[in-house]
Nanobody
Framework: QVQLVESGGGLVQAGGSLRLSCKASGTIFSDNVRDWYRQAPGKQRELVASMPSDRSTDYADSVQGRFTISVDNAKNMVYLKMNSLKPEDTAIYYC?????????WGQGTQVTVSS
């Protein structure tokens, strides 16, 4: 089993920055994919950023150039640095881990961007 705990959310003004963190614990294999998703009120959960074990990255068009995903395997941490935040980035942000055909989720952290 894998447990994921996010932190770092909060209230920020438009144009500001936040860094989300996600701590993983449990049995984690080297071949995995770390993702950040978000879900705004009344909307479906959407993939924001993804990093498989080869350290390539993929971003949603809406965050490309503003958000950066990074992983520290030694600490079992994944981060999402968010710059130039916009009100439309307001959502609950979830980290996830995919391995061996399973997907694990954190509880989410709220990000609110005021205009």
């Amino acid at each position: 089993q894998v447990q994921l705990v996010e932190s770092g959310g909060g209230l920020v003004q438009a144009g500001g920055s936040l860094r989300l963190s996600c701590k993983a614990s449990g049995t984690i294999f080297s071949d995995n994919v770390r993702d950040w998703y978000r879900q705004a009120p009344g909307k479906q959960r959407e993939l924001v950023a993804s990093m498989p074990s080869d350290r390539s990255t993929d971003y949603a068009d809406s965050v490309q150039g503003r958000f950066t995903i990074s992983v520290d395997n030694a600490k079992n941490m994944v981060y999402l640095k968010m710059n130039s935040l916009k009100p439309e980035d307001t959502a609950i942000y979830y980290c996830s881990l995919r391995q061996l055909g399973s997907i694990y989720w954190g509880q989410g952290t709220q990000v609110t961007v005021s205009s």
